[in-house]
């Protein structure tokens, strides 16, 4: 169902679907396509699919990328408006980026005889950044603006039936626009910074025809969402960089009023679709970098509180105030748990003269924040095993100030069995494969 209508950012389209039909893996099965004002009816008992930021996901640019989600403790130049926004303190020249990146998934689905591939779309984004230094000297400040966007829409927000399977924290996440700000200040060997992350929410309404003489159709608009970021990174010379960043709750509801007509007889209560199209949980990193000649490590940790996330969707009928339940039980908890993600990363640098060529190679391993599904909820993820690739050539100043990057990340998702109450155990497994492209000119 698209969505059009309303205000836009920009001449693209921003949408609300509903998906569902027949499921195979679900001891209770859904019900089948209805009349539109029935398949609004039905959106009582669905789940939401969630979109949220690449970057979170994968990694910040090509560099990023390329070491497995790291870049807390590192100079990555635009990108530290989103990775750490202290790091913007020593920027030394002005510097523009654009780039690039494609995610393909191939995940699977297998349920006794059954097995389906699931139909996770191409993710793609294109990424346009700026920084710029404020003052040198013992006391540095900078600042950068990063931005990633997928080239066909602002948000997307799905709503698919209960038992459908999905993926809402790996092939959900790698779709929707990003935003980062940022301002940093280093005084010494000591940068400090802070920022802000935002995201857009859809909120709309639906009107549903009744007849020839009833009209209907969608509107939506489009509101801000944002969560502010915090950073610290301590320079001591020869013995490394320790960087620390903190991100709050980043997260974009979708609201679709359906205010559907009397029926003949029938008179169907006014929905209130709700739920989430983008989340990232309050994000804690800590990252440790060392240079030594050629050659630079990388060590880290991201910690993300999923266990605050109260679901996907909330109720879909609003109560008269005073009246605290109207027949429409809130959705359970999803029982999501927090979750430590360490990383190792490393770059060699060649200096080729006239130019400079650094190779980067990263591993993370990620946990699921998501319990086993043993109910009618197919909500399907697993720890995945992250390994990165990347190059940089930089070409001499005094020639052209450019810098070609480009990372290659694989995701193997450990394969993991959902043993379900009165039905067939469910298997999943997979991989995500995704290549970043980027180019820099200092001006």
Sequence with gaps: MLASGGSRSRDRAHYFRMTGGMSPFSPARSARSLPVVALALLALLSTGVAHATPAELLGVG?????????????????????????????????????????????????????ELSYPADLSSGLEFGVAAPLSQGFIQSGV??????????????????????????????????????????????????AGLRALAALSGSVAVAGGTSSAGGVGTRLVPA??????????????GRVGASFRGVLRADFDADVAAPRLGPITLAPLNVVGV??????????????????????????????????????????????????GTPPPASPNYSDVFTPRLGATY????????????????????????????????????????????????????????????????????????????????????????????VEL
């Design 277 to 326: 199209a983008a989340y990232e949980p309050l994000r804690v990193e800590l990252e440790f970098s060392r240079t030594m000649g050629p050659l630079e490590v990388v060590l880290g940790a991201r910690y993300e509180h999923w266990a605050g996330f109260d679901g996907w969707v909330g109720p879909t009928i609003a109560c008269p105030p005073g009246r605290p339940s109207c």
């Design 349 to 440: 640098r060649f200096d080729i003269s006239p130019v400079m060529l650094d190779l980067r190679a990263g591993y993370t391993f990620v946990p699921s924040p998501v319990p086993e599904q043993v109910g009618v909820k197919n909500e399907f993820d697993a720890a995945r095993h992250g390994f990165g690739l990347g190059y940089s050539l930089s070409l001499p100043d005094d020639l052209v100030p450019l810098h070609l990057d480009a990372a290659f990340r694989l995701d193997l998702l450990v394969p993991r069995t959902h043993h379900k109450a009165g039905a067939p155990a469910v298997s999943t497994s997979g991989s995500a494969q995704t290549v970043v492209f980027g180019v820099g």
């Design 62 to 114: 090509p560099k990023g990328v390329a070491l497995a989600g790291s870049g807390t403790s590192l100079d990555l130049g635009p990108g530290a408006a989103l990775a750490n926004p202290a790091g913007l303190a020593n920027q030394s020249e002005k510097e523009l980026t654009f780039g690039y990146r494609a995610t393909r998934f191939a995940l699977s689905i297998e349920s006794g005889a059954s």
């Design 144 to 193: 950068g603006l990063m931005v990633a966007t997928p080239p066909n829409f602002v948000v997307r927000a799905e709503v698919p039936f209960d038992g459908t399977p999905w993926f809402p924290l790996i092939a959900g996440r790698a779709q929707a626009l990003d935003f980062g700000a940022g301002f940093g200040l280093r005084v010494g060997p000591v940068s400090a910074g």
């Design 226 to 239: 944002w969560a502010p970021s915090l950073g610290l990174r301590l320079d001591l010379e020869s013995i």
